[in-house]
């Protein structure tokens, strides 16, 4: 570990020492969603289960809320419940990382977790360079870096990054996100033996290629697994213009379902679907644990999306996860459920029949800041809204065969809308954080998350309809 490594760790600790008191101090940091506890949080990096701990890493900025020379923070847990802090796993100390340790994953291997990131470097004249690194721990706490692996190949632009590495027949591969020298988002692919020594193979799939037409400008984040009998590329691409209600934020984050040759190199795919319908969602990246479950973490939050009008930064903090979610495939989508053990979480539990003909019906929730709130086996003739703390509301329309999730903006002012087409909705399953809500429509079939900042204390949660709707309501205090 070099000096200036050292050095910047020291300052790291210093800085969420000093200003850890004033951010914990916020009333909207989160009670259930993973934070940065201080300065700012981004993509989720690293995530994997290994010898039976559950890691995540993420993009982290320590010493402003803004972004810059990212760090790799580091948490672990055995539940999905607590979560313990870990040290620092990276620090932009190195000459191939100095001007940041950008995203990666990781994977085992001969008894020791690998990880694969970026290494963000700007010359003199402000030029980008970009280089795929490695370190590796023997305990899962203490990471040794190996240095750069993977050099930029021809064609490409330096925008080229968030390797995403997976294991298949003793032969390991490498997914990154690209821009060629056309200004065109790709996704490309690397074979390796050992993890140390990688060789190019070629893009897979990006603007241009196959099916696609003008799609981006740059693809980030790639992931690639397999589930059920498809192959699925995850990706988030910039660039993409607004077309009715798709790709409403300033980038997307979705996925293609296909088939990937690593021969010839090709990802055969279809059209792209968003993951999530609503304000913030990005960079999502996924691991496979014991039990064969695919789970995904992501970014609640878009870039270049008013990440300068969350009041959290007065408090010197910025930006969260979304809760991780369990992927199946089931007629061609990818649906997404909360983890099953985030009922753990539940405590005063409620439960009634709602019944409303052209009126409303308050929820008797408790502490709206943190609560769980299901509406099940919903009969609507006219479909219903729910308004949520004075700043939110959910509403199905089933006229319009559309569901739309609306909030106030960070200015307090104007409000703001993202929707989805969906013919029916049996099920919604709320999740309220203290400046977050994730809305689940019909057990994972489409899913709303949005980081909002309703006033501390307001714990209405009312439903209307304007004809004959019913429905069963179960309400959780969640810990």
Known sequence: MS?????????????????????????????????????????????????????????????HTGHGAKFWAHVTTRDFVTWEEEDIALAPGEWYDRNGCYSGSAIAKDDQLCLLYTGNVRDEHGDRETYQCLAVSKDGKVFEKKGVVAHLPEGYTAHFRDPKVWEKDGTYFMVLGAQTEELKGSAVLFRSENVTEWTFLGPIAGA???????FGYMWECPDLFSLGEADVLLVSPQGLEADGTEYQNKHQAGYFLGCLNTDTPEFQHGEFTELDRGFDFYAAQTLVDDKGRRILFAWMAVPDQQEDGHPTHDYHWVHCMA?????????????Q?????????????????????????????????????LL???????????????????????KEGMAVLERTAFNGEEKETRSCAITDVHTVQLFMDASSIEVFLNDGEEVFSARYFPFPGNDEVTVTSGGNTEMNVAIWTLL
């Open 208 to 214: 241009g290629s196959g099916s696609l037409g003008s």
């Open 376 to 398: 099940e086996d919903i009969f609507t003739e006219s479909g219903f809204e729910v308004a949520i703390r004075g700043t939110a509301r959910f509403i199905f329309n089933p």
């Open 337 to 373: 459920r909360p983890l099953p053990e985030m009922k753990a979480l539940r405590t005063d539990q409620q439960r009634g029949r709602l019944h409303l003909s052209r009126s409303a019906g308050r929820l008797p929730v408790k502490d709206a800041a943190r609560t769980e709130v």
């Open 3 to 63: 000096a200036l490594d050292q050095e910047l760790r020291r300052r790291a600790y210093e800085e969420k020492e000093r200003l850890g008191k004033i951010a914990s101090s916020d009333p909207y940091r989160q009670h259930f969603h993973i934070m940065p506890p201080v300065g700012l949080l981004n993509d989720p990096n690293g995530v994997i289960q290994w010898k039976g701990t559950y890691h995540l890493f993420f993009q982290w900025q320590p010493f």
């Open 323 to 335: 809760m991780p979610r369990e992927l199946s495939l089931s007629g061609g989508k990818l649906i």
